[in-house]
């Protein structure tokens, strides 16, 4: 018996368990969001959600990092990821707030779109033409479910937006990550985050009731709880292999919508879903075949 093919094989399986169940703390995360409702401003949501997350997160952080946990070369890199992480989840959480969470999830996965034309964009990476045309079939894909010919609402622009800042969290976790821990990405993230949407909340703070307070305690626990079975997950499987299993959050999305708001995704939802989800799981697919090409060549 080959015990190290039985190993992986058992660890890939146990990394899309674990990455179903990060992305079904994500999705409850837009339900808390959606249940606080837009009385409340997102970047004060988004500032507890960082605090909550920090204070969760900080004791296993140390004890994997330790002090060296703060050493950095990067800090600027650290700065804008921050910024970008913290723009994308303010919108999301305005989307959340008044679409249903399963066209803001529709939406959110072109995010392996916008990555790699990013990519090419700033990084000068080369995309072939399968990529390309994946590209082009998934926004067709976000056309159709935006409908901006139909039943058009302007937050669907706003939870596309959300998802360029998302890719571009993404391209540059690429860079800090060649020289950077894991974990010190995760914490400067948290604490860069929670002081930049800490500055402003002498303008939008609202003092929440206690309903609204363990709502938004929920929205910490999940968020933390997302990231980190994520980079668990990471650790057990490759991520050609459990990324696409990110596509669960609209099956997670969709059963929330009916289960608590009896909504039902429309057709142009539907359809949009099928097309950005068969692009991106490409996409996901073609680049890490490349990657393989590239590192036997």
């Known amino acids: 018996m080959n015990h190290s093919y ?13 990455m179903i169940f990060a992305v079904s703390q994500l999705s409850l995360m837009g ?24 204070l969760i997160m900080l004791p296993f952080l140390f004890q994997k990092s330790g002090f060296s ?4 070369n990067r800090f600027f890199l650290h700065l804008l990821r ?15 707030q008044r679409l249903p969470l399963s066209h803001v999830t529709v939406v959110s996965q072109a995010v392996p779109i916008f990555v790699t034309i990013l990519a090419v964009w700033i990084l000068n990476e080369n995309v072939g033409w399968r990529r390309w045309l994946a590209i082009f079939i998934g926004f067709i894909g976000v056309l159709i479910a935006i409908n901006p010919t139909g039943n058009f609402n302007y937050v669907s622009l706003i939870a596309l937006i959300a998802t360029a800042f998302w890719a571009t969290t993404i391209l540059i976790m690429r860079s800090l990550g060649s020289s950077e821990s894991p974990y010190s990405v995760v914490f400067y993230f948290m604490l860069i985050g ?37 980079s668990y997950a990471l650790k057990l499987a490759e991520a050609s292999i459990i990324s696409p299993f990110n596509y669960t959050g609209i099956i997670w999305a969709i ?14 939802t539907c359809l949009g879903a099928i097309l950005i989800t068969v692009a991106g799981i490409y996409i996901f697919r073609r680049e890490a075949y490349v990657r393989l090409v590239k590192k036997k060549g």
């Not at 094989?9 to 674990?18: A, D, Q, R, Y």
């Not at 249940?35 to 997350?53: K, M």
């Not at 059963?255 to 142009?268: C, H, K």
Request: charged share 5%; no cysteine; hydrophobic share 55%.
């Open 82 to 96: 921050a910024l970008a992480g913290v723009s994308g989840n303010i919108l999301f959480f305005h989307a959340f």
């Open 31 to 54: 339900v808390f969001v959606k249940i606080i409702g837009p009385s409340y401003h997102p970047t004060q949501i988004s500032f507890l959600r960082n605090l909550v997350a920090l």
């Open 69 to 72: 946990i703060l050493k950095t």
């Open 6 to 18: 039985y190993s992986n094989s058992t660890n890939s399986k146990l990394g899309i368990i674990v």
């Open 255 to 268: 059963g929330f919508d009916v289960a608590i708001w009896n909504i039902l995704p429309n057709l142009t």
């Open 194 to 230: 929670t002081v930049i949407t800490g500055i402003f909340q002498p303008w939008v703070w609202q003092s929440p009731d206690l309903k609204v307070l363990i709502l938004l305690f929920g929205v910490g626990v999940t968020g933390a709880l997302g990231q980190l079975l994520m």
